[in-house]
T-cell receptor
Framework: EPEVTQTPSHQVTQMGQEVILRCVPISNHLYFYWYRQILGQKVEFLVSFYNNEISEKSEIFDDQFSVERPDGSNFTLKIRSTKLEDSAMYFC????????????????FGPGTRLTVT | GQSLEQPSEVTAVEGAIVQINCTYQTSGFYGLSWYQQHDGGAPTFLSYNALDGLEETGRFSSFLSRSDSYGYLLLQELQMKDSASYFCAVSETGFQKLVFGTGTRLLVSP
């Protein structure tokens, strides 16, 4: 069964450094998302991406963050100048909206990248 | 803004039935979905309701009442592997995102 993949599974970085989190969404999906989850808390929406541009972003997704689809398969989240409070699990997701009857409520999540900022 | 409320924890025994409630406040409501998350794992889509009523998928059912801004997830014939966190999530018309609730931790005991 197709699945969303993410690399790396765990990233440790120092405060102020830049990190790039990588995702490969399911191949025939059209919408892509990034969420984050601080340990023990709820999943928080960061950004959605469609047709090579951002379609929605949250107040968390400030100038420190950017997303890119550099080729036909990868979807990346870049965090510039990381802060301690950026430590969280980052999930990539994709949804098959556009295929028969589907909506963006049915999202398929990757296994996540645990980001630790020291 | 949006807010979703769920009980923080529910306990039950194997074979039992459990209901996890979710109340929400949002403008432009489109649909309510449910996700399961095991410790250390990714959220997994379980069910979705856009219209009032009950949707059944195997041992799991989900219910929505739009007039009451309320929904629930019903889990039947509980198994130990159902021990996980369960999140309700709302979507709004015109917005390509999900807003998740705080999650309900379900503990199933023998």
């Amino acid at each position: 069964e197709p699945e969303v993949t993410q690399t790396p599974s765990h990233q440790v970085t120092q405060m102020g450094q830049e990190v790039i989190l990588r995702c490969v969404p399911i191949s025939n999906h059209l919408y892509f998302y990034w969420y984050r989850q601080i340990l023990g808390q709820k999943v928080e929406f960061l950004v959605s991406f469609y047709n090579n541009e951002i379609s929605e972003k949250s107040e968390i997704f400030d100038d420190q963050f950017s997303v890119e689809r550099p080729d036909g398969s990868n979807f990346t989240l870049k965090i510039r100048s990381t802060k301690l409070e950026d430590s969280a699990m980052y999930f990539c997701a994709s949804s098959p909206i556009g295929t028969s009857g589907s909506t963006w409520d049915e999202q398929y999540f990757g296994p996540g990248t645990r980001l630790t900022v020291t | 803004g949006q807010s979703l409320e769920q009980p923080s924890e529910v306990t039950a025994v194997e074979g039992a039935i459990v209901q996890i409630n979710c109340t929400y406040q949002t403008s432009g409501f489109y649909g309510l979905s449910w996700y399961q998350q095991h410790d250390g794992g990714a959220p997994t889509f379980l069910s979705y309701n856009a219209l009032d009523g009950l949707e059944e998928t195997g041992r799991f059912s989900s219910f929505l009442s739009r007039s009451d801004s309320y929904g629930y997830l019903l889990l039947q014939e509980l198994q130990m592997k159902d021990s996980a966190s369960y999140f309700c999530a709302v979507s709004e018309t015109g917005f390509q995102k999900l807003v998740f609730g705080t999650g309900t931790r379900l503990l199933v005991s023998p």
